[in-house]
């Protein structure tokens, strides 16, 4: 499988400052990249789909101008939480998409191992 | 929309017993993946298996085997020899063009 890194593993940050959380695809280039949303005990929730060189797709529901959604180049993409509340509080997962069309893996997607996000 | 569903929150089996967590999804359309995941307590999402909707042949993996009803629309994940670190919080999943829908998942408990 591919390893998938996210930075930081945990934060805490102040109400109304910002936080940027990173995705990196070590071992391939993916051109998609996901973002999900973690409550404790609760399921993964699809925020948005980070596509390379594009603007992302956002899930309905999902405000795109606080969860600012980059990716620059095809091993990384940042999420950053912008004037973060206490409500913002989750554990953040990204995972990514292999690149290649027609490889067995091209319908899997590898997951980071998850950013605890605490607004104070 | 895709909708997932996994009815039972949690369950309970005794180390090296069979244990069978179930699935139901909803979808018109026909080629799709279906795949269950396993969170353990680190949260890291594990791929346990994968099934191919144009396959009828159900996908094994070692101790692991899925049961796919494809018209009725049901996945159940069967577990043999259950292990104590197969202790976790299982999620089963549906893809459809490359984006994942997920079940609120299930706690599976595995005792000594």
């Known amino acids: 499988g591919a390893v998938v890194s996210q930075h930081p593993s945990w934060v805490i940050c102040k109400s109304g400052t910002s936080v940027k959380i990173e995705c990196r695809s070590l071992?391939?280039?993916?051109?998609?990249m996901f973002w999900y949303r973690q409550f404790p005990k609760q399921s993964l929730m699809l925020m948005a789909t980070?596509?390379?060189?594009?603007?992302?797709?956002?899930e309905q529901g999902v405000e795109k101008d606080k969860f600012l959604i980059n990716h620059a180049s095809l091993t990384l993409s940042t999420l950053t939480v912008t004037s973060a509340h206490p409500e913002d509080s989750s554990f953040y997962i990204c995972?990514?998409?292999?690149?290649?069309?027609?490889?067995?893996?091209?319908?899997?997607?590898?997951f980071g191992p998850g950013t605890r996000l605490t607004v104070l | 929309a895709q909708t997932v569903t996994q009815s039972q929150p949690e369950m309970s089996v005794q180390e090296a017993e069979t244990v069978t967590l179930s699935c139901t999804y909803d979808?018109?359309?026909?080629?799709?993946?279906l795949f269950w995941y396993k969170q353990p307590p680190s949260r890291q999402m594990i791929l346990v298996i994968r099934q191919e909707a144009y396959k009828q042949q159900n996908a094994t993996e070692n101790r692991f085997s899925v049961n796919f009803q494809k018209a009725a629309k049901s996945f159940s994940l069967k577990i043999s020899d259950s292990q104590l670190g197969d202790t976790a919080m299982y999620f089963c999943?549906?893809?459809?063009?490359?984006?994942?829908?997920f079940g609120k998942g299930i706690t599976l408990s595995v005792r000594p």
């Open positions: 979808t018109s359309e026909s080629n799709y993946y």
């Open positions: 980070s596509n390379e060189g594009s603007k992302a797709t956002y």
């Open positions: 995972s990514v998409r292999p690149g290649l069309a027609g490889v067995a893996s091209y319908n899997e997607q590898f």
């Open positions: 999943a549906f893809m459809r063009n490359s984006k994942l829908t």
């Open positions: 071992d391939f280039q993916a051109t998609t």
